[in-house]
Each structure stands twice: as structure tokens, then as C-alpha cells.
């Protein structure tokens, strides 16, 4: 039985990680600073370590064949345009630490979860945006502090690879949503928001959006991420790639699904000064479909469903 270690396994993605891995047979240790905030622990070994430390990321890595490295100080708009330099010392030290903790530790396969957010500024000015494709990330110009430290450790595993016994993959996540993610306290993304500030909003009544609301990004629903990432960690590619879908929609379209989602037809939005990130962004998988054979297959409306029935849960229960 192969043994894997999940970091970040407290979190959105890592913890559906862990419960996909544990379906197919692995033996897996979570490893967070905290444990799963909604649901309970799948993994056969969970450990509250802080992988800042590099005693803990020796710790956290020893004894398994791969590493699913998630773990990461970060959230949604709102969070990473006001926290650069907390994110960029913490997650730093994080991928620093477990990328070589892997190494000592004999780790064979390391999959390091980077971001959309590495891709440069001056391609995302429109809201009719190109979709970006992997080799669009040079000559790099990243909006934010979070999108350069994620360029920077896939520059990190690249090398590693080249110069260590340690084979890497690089997967850059495009807006991922579902149940059993952060959906308030400030670190929530705006699928999560918008689901909560719609259940929480009589008929009739208004949500507030960041901006004009015509800024466009796609998103790709958490059951098909860990699947995509599942699937890239077994691949024989060792570049970055995409994992996202390239249906793309503004945040006025998205509210407006969230809100036929819910059956509430009569939200209206007031749109307010805040963070809106780059003006559009869109995946091209041109190269994951070339390389895995597959994309994500989950259309918007579909995933919103029971991503908007979790969170309507959890607000009314609350
Ligand atoms: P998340 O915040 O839900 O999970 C990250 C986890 O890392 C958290 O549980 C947090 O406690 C843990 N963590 C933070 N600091 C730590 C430390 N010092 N030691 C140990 N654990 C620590 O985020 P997520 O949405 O599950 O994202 C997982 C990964 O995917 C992250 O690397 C993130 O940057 C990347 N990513 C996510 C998205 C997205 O849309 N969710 C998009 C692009 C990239």
C-alpha cells in the first residue's frame, strides 16, 4: 500500500484530497495546524504541525512515498491584496521547508498546488480576457505577493527535480469551489460569499459585490479538482499545468446563477468599492487535455448546487 502525506489536509482542498485518497487504498497522514473544520478526519494519521518549522515539515514528510504539499496561508481576494508580506514569510517558509524535508526524507513524488494568481498583471487587463495558457507566465508580473511566492517554488521543485532524486508536479488551481469550504470570517473566495450573502438575503433584498461586478474568472468545482489532481500527480508531466475550467463568467453572471441556484430571482446587487484582483482571468487547457486526456467536466450551475445547499445549511443552522 502506498503512503502519502496531504499538507494543508485541515483545509478545503486537502481534506476532499485525503477522503479521494483514502477511496482509492493509500495510506495517508494529514498534516495541518488544524484539523478539519466541518467534517471529521478520513486520514489514518492526521498531525497538527506547523510547517514553518523545519523540524515539523521532517516530521511531517518522514516515512511516505509521496507528497501532496496544500498547505498555505491564504483566502480569497480580500485576504491576499492586504496580507502580502504575512503570506509571502509564512508560505515561503512552508514550501521551503517540506520541499527539502521531502528530499532528506527520501520522498519520490512531490505535488506542489500553485495558483492561477502567478500569471502576469498586463495579460489580465480585460474582462474578455485570452485564457491563459502555462507558457504565459514568463516574463513574469504576478498582481500580488501570494502569486509571486507560488511562482517562485515552482521555479523551487523545478530545480529540485533537475538536481535531486526527487520527481515533481506543478498543478495551478483556477478558482476552486464546493461544500465544506471557508464561506465567511475574511478568508472566504467569492463563490463561497456569494452563497452566503444570498442565503442569508430575503427576496427582494440586495447583496453587496466588490466593483462593477464585470470582472470575469472561471471556476472549477472541488470534486473535480482532486480528481485533476490525482491524475496529474500519476502523469508523467513534470511542467506546470492548469487545472480549472475555461467557462468563464462575471461576478454579476455568477451572483445571478447563485441566486436561480437558490431559487431567490429577485436579489438585487449593490455593487461597492473592493478588492477585485485582475480584471479577467481564464484557463486554456489545451495542454490538459493533451497531457491528461480530460478536464474537469462539472459546468458551473451544477457545481453551484450543492455548494449553495451546503452553505445555506450552515448559515441557517448558525
Ligand atoms: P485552505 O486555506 O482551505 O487550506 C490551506 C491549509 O493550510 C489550511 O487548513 C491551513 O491551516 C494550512 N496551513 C496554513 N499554514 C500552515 C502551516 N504553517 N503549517 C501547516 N499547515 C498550514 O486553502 P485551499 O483552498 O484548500 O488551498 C489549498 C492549496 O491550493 C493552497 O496551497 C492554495 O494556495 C492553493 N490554491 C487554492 C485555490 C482555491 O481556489 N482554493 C486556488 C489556487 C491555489
Redesign the pocket.
Known amino acids: 500500500m502506498k503512503r502519502v502525506c496531504v499538507?494543508?489536509a485541515?483545509?478545503?482542498?486537502?481534506h476532499h484530497l485525503v477522503t479521494l485518497l483514502k477511496e482509492k487504498g493509500y495510506w495517508v497522514r494529514g498534516?495541518?495546524?488544524?484539523y478539519p473544520e466541518y467534517t471529521g478526519v478520513d486520514a489514518d494519521e492526521f498531525e497538527l504541525?506547523?510547517?514553518?518549522r523545519w523540524d515539523a515539515a521532517l516530521q511531517a514528510t518522514r516515512g511516505v512515498d509521496e507528497v501532496y504539499a496544500?498547505?498555505?496561508?491564504?483566502?480569497g481576494m480580500g485576504f491576499i491584496s492586504t496580507h502580502h508580506a504575512q503570506i509571502l514569510h509564512?508560505n515561503s517558509l512552508?514550501n521551503l521547508h517540506t520541499l527539502d524535508a521531502a528530499r532528506v526524507n527520501g520522498v519520490q513524488r512531490y505535488l506542489y498546488?500553485?495558483?492561477?494568481?502567478i500569471y502576469p498583471e498586463y495579460l489580465q487587463t480585460e474582462t474578455d480576457v485570452v485564457p491563459l495558457k502555462e507558457s504565459d507566465a514568463y516574463p513574469a508580473q504576478p498582481q500580488d505577493a501570494y502569486g509571486w511566492e507560488?511562482l517562485f517554488t515552482e521555479l523551487l521543485c523545478s530545480y529540485y527535480a533537475a538536481e535531486y532524486p526527487i520527481e515533481t508536479r506543478t498543478v495551478r488551481?483556477?478558482?476552486?469551489y464546493g461544500p465544506f469550504?471557508?464561506y465567511d470570517g475574511g478568508?472566504e473566495?467569492a463563490p463561497a460569499a456569494i452563497c452566503r450573502k444570498i442565503a442569508l438575503a430575503e427576496d427582494g433584498a440586495s447583496i453587496e459585490i466588490w466593483g462593477d461586478g464585470e470582472q470575469t474568472r472561471s471556476f472549477c468545482y472541488i470534486d473535480d479538482c482532486v480528481e485533476g489532481i490525482y491524475r496529474i500527480m500519476q502523469s508523467d508531466y513534470a511542467k506546470p499545468l492548469n487545472l480549472g475550467t475555461d467557462e468563464m463568467v462575471s461576478i454579476n453572471e455568477l451572483a445571478h446563477l447563485v441566486g436561480d441556484v437558490a431559487g431567490k430571482r429577485h436579489v438585487d446587487m449593490k455593487h461597492i468599492p473592493g478588492p477585485q484582483g485582475v480584471r479577467g482571468r481564464n484557463s486554456d487547457n489545451s495542454l490538459l487535455r493533451e497531457v491528461l486526456g480530460w478536464e474537469p467536466p462539472t459546468c458551473l450551475r451544477d457545481g453551484l448546487g450543492p455548494t449553495y445547499r451546503w452553505i445555506e445549511k450552515q448559515v441557517t443552522s448558525a
Request: aromatic fraction near 6%.
Open positions: 499538507t494543508g485541515g483545509g478545503f482542498i486537502g498534516v495541518d495546524l488544524v504541525l506547523d510547517l514553518r496544500l498547505a498555505a496561508d491564504m483566502g509564512n512552508i498546488s500553485s495558483s492561477a494568481c507560488k488551481f483556477h478558482n476552486i469550504g471557508t478568508r473566495k
